[in-house]
């Protein structure tokens, strides 16, 4: 995903901390399910890097699950991190098991092999490079170091993709990449036994003002460079949201998300010093 402009999602996550979690219902409830796999897979990590923190939930409910660890919370956003910070008792941090790193998730400023697990809900939508992010995630990993995230699929917001398609051309929704496409990726980088599955969660509201009002609070705008850059005009506003509303059923609107899931491990043994001589299989679960 080249078109992505991290400055302005940097931006857009900073202004939209302090009221981000009104409004995170979809984020928890994906950070929630995210997190329930774990309990089926045996690890005791002793290191747990948490990609794409935001205001600290997943890293919240990481804590409960492995309370012996040490745990790296990592946005892009200061403001969110700062958010994050505030809820963290003071005695984790007394003890260093909690710390924070601003910072690119595809150049992570950690050493190779120093980390146990590497956890993300989704955020990994937002990064424009995939095969450079599973490179750094697997270079951090410790030789069977456990790979967990959530993401984003290309049928997220398609009702609004769908509407504003009506009145114009432009780009208005991110087109996120598919699963297969992350499974490929994974590949590439050398991850070992990757699995990928998707769902779709629809939410509902009333209108659609109320979708784009939770859309700017989540700082979820449009990251592309290709965006429109000036103001969207009265017509066009107003014929998107006429297009939006013949979808309307049972008095709501429809709002779907279609989240993957995937997972993956680290190699034992370092690709570059093991030669591999044939593809690994990405497992895709329907």
Known sequence: MSDIDKAWIRSSFDHAAERYDSVAFLQREVADRLDDRLQYIK?????????GSGTGYSAGKLRQRYPKARIIELD???AMLMSSRKKQGWLSRLRRQ????????????LAKDSVDLVF?????????????????????????????F??????????LRQSWAV???????????????????MMRARMMG????????????????ELMRDLKVLGSRNAMHSR????????????????????????????????????AWAPEQDFDEVKQDFPIPVKIVK
């Open 43 to 51: 690890v005791e990590p002793e290191v747990i890097l948490d990609i």
């Open 76 to 78: 892009i956003a200061p």
């Open 98 to 109: 909690h710390q924070y790193l601003c910072a690119d998730a595809e150049n992570l400023p």
């Open 120 to 148: 993300s809900s989704l955020a990994f939508q937002w990064c424009k490079n995939h095969e450079a992010l599973f490179n750094e995630v697997r270079r951090v990993l410790k030789p069977a170091g456990l790979l967990m």
């Open 150 to 159: 959530s993401s984003l699929g290309p049928d997220t917001l398609k009702e």
């Open 167 to 185: 009145v114009d051309n432009t780009d208005h929704v991110v087109q996120f990449d598919d699963m297969h496409d992350l499974g490929d990726e």
């Open 194 to 209: 990757p699995v990928m599955d998707m769902e779709h969660l629809v939410l509902t509201y009333s209108g659609v003002k």
């Open 228 to 263: 429109n850059r000036g103001l969207t005009g009265k017509q066009k506003m107003t014929g998107m949201i006429q297009a939006y509303e013949t979808m309307r059923r049972d008095n709501v609107i429809p709002a779907t998300y279609e989240v993957l899931y995937g997972h």
